[in-house]
């Protein structure tokens, strides 16, 4: 009788998920079947979704229900709190598997090259994302006594960033975070957030469903200056070419025609505006400095040389993310991906045998979370003709008892399916006791004490 194909999916976000679903889906899932093993760093599975999504986004949260259906195949398996590569490397998992794809996402702030990134008060915006969703790594407690912030990019992450900071902490109560985010949000100083992006409204990367989330708050006003409403004709061909980019760009329009009200909290969007400084005394934040941008006719902008210097205290950079090298496999650093063809990943210009890459770390930290179901299926297409061409290498120990013994000879800790799902009902059981829906469960002990089986 022929086996399962045995694969392992390093990575248990969306982008592995949604392999896991395509290999389920397939020719091979009925003949000969397939045996699917997700290994996740954290206890608990989910990704971006859980550490990399703001909490008042109960839409994108919906996801996990779709994901949710996908882990609890029998087909598959969980391995949490298991860390690639000190608990189990490249080889160990060549031994075990026909196969292996890495969908390990990005996590990292890109940098940012301009004078002051490193002053205290200047934060990555993944860093403050870590803190705010409850990732077991970050820090518990965030600095918050700055009055006026800036916001550096265009992005729905920095939308995001400026929201959570000109929010009330009691706004964000019914979400599922956790206390010490809901304490330091209350003790949170920030009355205005200024939002800066070097280029116009036609090339601002925002969602329309974030950007119009923005002005939902009772507690927030949305302020756009009139004179940053400015189109050449590339521009004009970006709106006539892309929906989304026209009905931004529409938004910000009405925006900025519209009389300031009276919230407490603002949030400036700022337009042709370079940051170009941070300003800084005494090693700490005092203000930043723009360069003012002007359209050169395609789109693109040009610098005019006139500077502007703001009063903020604090400056969260929201300029991309991008992934962390993975050993034993080439890295690209000026893309942050692993160098691939089609998700085959490849050494020069020779292909690592069964070796397969998904999501972010495949193609960048670009697209919504859905686009990654294009990555998935073409590179478990990939996988799977090279496997029906006899060009994986049969594993010395495809037995999946063996993953489980290696994991215990090694002193693992690792989580389940069964035990997220403890863990699961233990955070809807918290919220529960508060009126709430969930809170997170924050430490790594507490999350991994929470899915073992009580006595």
Not at 51 to 60: E, L, M, N, S, T
Not at 151 to 180: C, F, Q, S, Y
Not at 380 to 399: C, I, M, N, Q
Request: with cysteine; proline share 7%; charged share 25%.
């Amino acid at each position: 009788m022929t086996r399962p194909v045995r694969v392992a999916i390093v990575g248990a976000g969306p982008a592995g998920i949604y392999a896991a679903d395509a290999l389920l889906k397939s020719d091979a899932a009925q003949d000969p079947g397939v045996s699917i093993d997700l290994f996740e760093r954290m206890p608990a599975p989910f990704g971006l979704i859980r550490y990399g999504v703001a909490p008042d986004h109960p839409r994108i949260k919906g996801i996990v229900q779709a994901l949710h259906q996908v882990l609890d195949k029998p087909q598959l398996r969980l391995f949490g709190n298991v860390d690639y590569p000190s608990d189990i490397g490249l080889d160990d998992l060549r031994a075990f598997y026909d196969a292996v794809i890495f969908s390990t996402g990005a996590d990292r702030d890109r940098a940012l090259d301009i004078p002051g990134s490193t002053l205290e008060g200047s934060h990555g915006a993944a860093d403050f994302v870590s803190w705010y969703d409850g990732h077991p790594d970050a820090p518990r407690t965030w600095p918050l006594e700055a009055e006026k912030v800036a916001v550096l990019g265009v992005g729905n992450v920095a939308l995001d960033v400026a929201r959570v900071l000109a929010k009330t902490a009691d706004e964000l109560l019914p979400t599922e975070i956790p206390a010490n985010v809901h304490d330091g949000l209350r003790a949170n100083k920030a009355l205005e957030v200024h939002v800066f992006g070097r280029r116009g409204p036609a090339q601002a990367k925002f969602s329309p469903m974030e950007l119009r989330e923005l002005d939902h708050s009772p507690n927030i006003e949305v302020v756009v200056a009139p004179e940053d409403i400015e189109y050449d004709q590339g521009s004009i061909e970006t709106r006539r070419a892309n929906k989304q980019a026209n009905m931004v760009a529409s938004t910000l329009e009405n925006w900025a025609i519209r009389d300031v009200g009276d919230r407490p909290h603002k949030i400036f969007l700022h337009f042709f505006e370079s940051p170009a400084e941070i300003l800084g005394e005494d090693g700490r934040v005092v203000g930043l400095r723009t360069e003012r941008t002007e359209l050169d006719g395609t789109g693109n902008v040009r610098g005019t040389g006139r500077f502007t210097d703001w009063d903020v205290q604090s400056v969260y950079r929201a300029v991309g993310y991008c992934s962390r090298e993975l050993p034993k496999l080439p890295f690209d650093v000026a893309s942050g991906t692993v160098p691939h063809v089609a998700g085959r990943v490849v050494e020069g210009e020779k292909p690592m045998a069964s070796v397969y890459v998904t999501g972010w770390i495949k193609r960048g930290p670009v697209g919504l979370i859905g686009h990654t179901k294009g990555d998935a299926n073409e590179t478990v297409a990939r996988l799977l003709e090279d496997h029906a061409s006899g060009r994986l290498p049969a594993p010395a120990s495809p037995d999946p008892a063996a993953v489980t013994a290696f994991l215990e000879e090694r002193g693992v800790r690792w989580t389940t399916r069964e035990g997220w799902h403890r863990l699961d009902a233990h955070e809807q059981a918290l919220g529960a006791a508060q009126g709430r829906e969930r809170i997170k469960v924050v430490e790594r002990e507490a999350m991994l004490d929470a899915s073992e089986p009580r006595p």
